[in-house]
């Protein structure tokens, strides 16, 4: 019967992994596509699971799930004269559909054919503590440069994402403006901060 | 039918392929992140995959190299989105085929 219980959780969490990513190929709205791709990630970590891998479970719950979709939505929600629409490019669709059929063919011929001598032995356990242990001490020079490169990352992306000081100042003085009840100032342009209009009816 | 390694890589295979569709065919640049996810999540499923069937010291260092492709994921996702609110800014349009400026 465990059997029967393994065999359920793999079919529908297959399902759920590839529904949700065809939905975000489908989807004309963006943001129903990073929906689609919280459920597409939330199917995987499933996976992980019945594959016995908790602690990276958890993590791809934390960090896919929890933390890079909202990213990506506060990203979308930052864009809002961009166009929501989630659409295929024409004219690249078709190269890229053969492409993507070439890769299809060979990555599962070679996925069904090859022998890989898979063995069934017992699942990891303590994993959470086997990885640390691994991490600090097999594992420390990538681990420190893991880190070099994560707060590079942070330090940049907001290097990238803060506004220039003049735009802040604008912004800031229309959003006093906008406190102060000055009616001149259009809420809708107050959003969006580079507009130099709203510099001088802020001050 | 047992559930074998086989069923785990072919499922990997497909969702790398829609992630790899995703990112080559769609217009919007987060449309193009997201394709990327994709295929790092169909990624890290197969080592899973092959963690869970190969001899033990396999297993474990397949999981820390999934966990570092994790932490790269993440620092790859936030300057790709940093990148295309800047693009945004500059040209108030995230759509990779408007973004022209190089092409001769």
């Not at chain 1, 079919?11 to 004309?28: D, H, K, N, V």
């Not at chain 2, 890589?9 to 990112?23: K, S, Y």
């Not at chain 2, 069937?53 to 570092?68: K, Y």
Request: proline share 2%.
């Amino acid at each position: 019967m465990s059997d029967f219980g393994f065999h359920l959780a793999f079919w529908s969490l297959a399902a759920m992994t590839l529904g949700g990513a065809s939905m975000i190929m489908i989807s004309r709205n963006l943001i129903h596509a990073v929906i689609w791709l919280v459920m597409s990630m939330l199917g995987v970590a499933g996976l992980y699971l019945t594959l016995s891998a908790d602690f990276i479970a958890v993590v791809q719950v934390l960090i896919y799930v929890g933390a890079i979709s909202v990213l990506m939505l506060f990203a979308i929600m930052l864009t809002p004269r961009a166009e929501r629409d989630n659409s295929q490019n024409m004219k690249t669709g078709g190269p890229a559909a053969i492409v993507v059929l070439l890769v299809m063919i060979s990555t599962l011929w070679v996925a069904i054919d090859t022998d890989w001598g898979a063995v069934r032995e017992a699942a990891l356990t303590e994993q959470a503590r086997l990885i640390g242990e691994s991490l600090i001490k097999h594992y420390i020079l990538p681990f420190e440069i893991g880190a070099v490169l994560l707060t590079a990352a942070l330090v940049g992306a907001i290097a990238l994402a803060r506004q220039d000081d003049e735009d802040a100042a604008v912004h800031a003085s229309s959003l006093q403006a906008e406190l102060e009840g000055d009616a001149s100032v259009d809420p809708v342009d107050v959003v969006d901060p580079p507009i130099p209009s709203d510099g001088e009816a802020g001050s | 039918m047992i559930i074998g390694l086989e069923h785990y890589l072919v499922l990997g295979a497909l969702l790398f392929c829609i992630g790899f569709f995703i990112a080559l065919s769609k217009k919007n640049a987060i449309g193009v992140l997201i394709g990327v996810e994709l295929m790092l999540n169909a990624v890290n499923l197969t080592l899973i995959a092959f963690s869970r069937f190969g001899s033990a010291e396999v297993a474990l260092s397949t999981q820390v190299f999934v966990v570092f492709i994790i932490a790269v994921a993440a620092a790859e996702v936030a300057v790709g989105l940093a990148l295309a609110l800047v693009v945004y800014r500059n040209r108030q349009t995230i759509s990779v085929d408007r973004t022209t400026l190089l092409k001769g």
